[in-house]
């Protein structure tokens, strides 16, 4: 069963423009939420995080929207840099374990 | 050392040959999941430990899947008889706890021929 969901595989932007990256999680239960960078070969690096008391959480480029509505989260990064190329993974915990989106490929065309 | 780290780094081994895979966790750090990651697909959770609570299993496919930690440090995870479908990137993870990022190994890449 799949908590967390990426529904784009990839996505391709200009440089200097917006990505948007988005996430659909299921459970309830689950009270924070994270975005991991990937590049080949490599483990995945933290991001950002943002817990279920907050909407919205920023760091630089990088901003991680929540919607607990919807159960939709998502990672806006702004301006775009040929250095973002990677895959993009969503997370979220709840009281126990972490589990992962199948992540968006992410390309920025210089 | 700094960061999460996991040995080996690469492992090649005979199908039905049992492999086992370590995993040293950032110092001080509780929580530790174990995931794996096949090929052009996305990062799927295997088993989680916290402290001294009984570890969450739910995502070991098979009982050929076991993993065991001891205390807050070192853990292993244990493959017996391999299957070709058991290849993958298998990637370790630890946190200071829940509600709080982890941090990644570089993972192990198995291969079983």
């Known amino acids: 069963d799949q908590q967390v969901k990426q529904n784009s595989p990839s996505l391709s932007v200009q440089e200097g423009r917006i990505s948007i990256l988005n996430c659909d999680y299921t459970?309830?239960?689950?009270?924070?939420f994270l975005w991991y960078k990937k590049y080949p070969a490599e483990g995945p690096t933290f991001l950002i995080s943002?817990?279920?008391?907050?909407d919205k959480n920023e760091d630089g480029r990088f901003t991680v929207f929540l919607n607990k509505s919807a159960k939709h989260l998502s990672l806006h990064i702004v301006p775009s840099q040929p250095g973002d190329s990677a895959v993009y993974f969503c997370?979220?915990?709840?009281?126990?374990?972490?589990?992962f989106g199948a992540g968006t490929r992410l390309t920025v065309k210089p | 050392g700094a960061g999460v780290s996991q040995s080996p780094s690469n492992k090649v081994t005979e199908k039905g040959k049992d492999v086992e895979l370590r995993c040293d966790p950032i110092?001080?750090?509780?929580?530790l999941y174990w995931y794996r990651q096949r090929l052009g697909q996305g990062l799927e959770f295997l088993i989680y430990?916290?402290?001294?609570?009984?570890?969450?299993k739910s995502g070991l496919p098979s009982d050929r899947f076991s993993a065991e930690r001891t205390g807050e440090s070192v853990s292993t995870l244990t493959i017996q008889r391999t299957q070709q479908e058991d290849s993958a990137v298998y990637l370790c993870?630890?946190?200071?706890?829940?509600?709080?990022?982890?941090?990644f190994g570089q993972g192990t890449r198995l291969t079983v021929v």
């Open positions: 993870a630890s946190s200071p706890g829940t509600g709080i990022a982890a941090f």
């Open positions: 459970n309830s239960m689950f009270d924070y």
């Open positions: 943002i817990s279920s008391i907050k």
């Open positions: 997370a979220a915990s709840g009281p126990g374990d972490m589990r």
């Open positions: 110092s001080g750090h509780t929580a």
């Open positions: 430990f916290q402290g001294n609570s009984a570890p969450d």
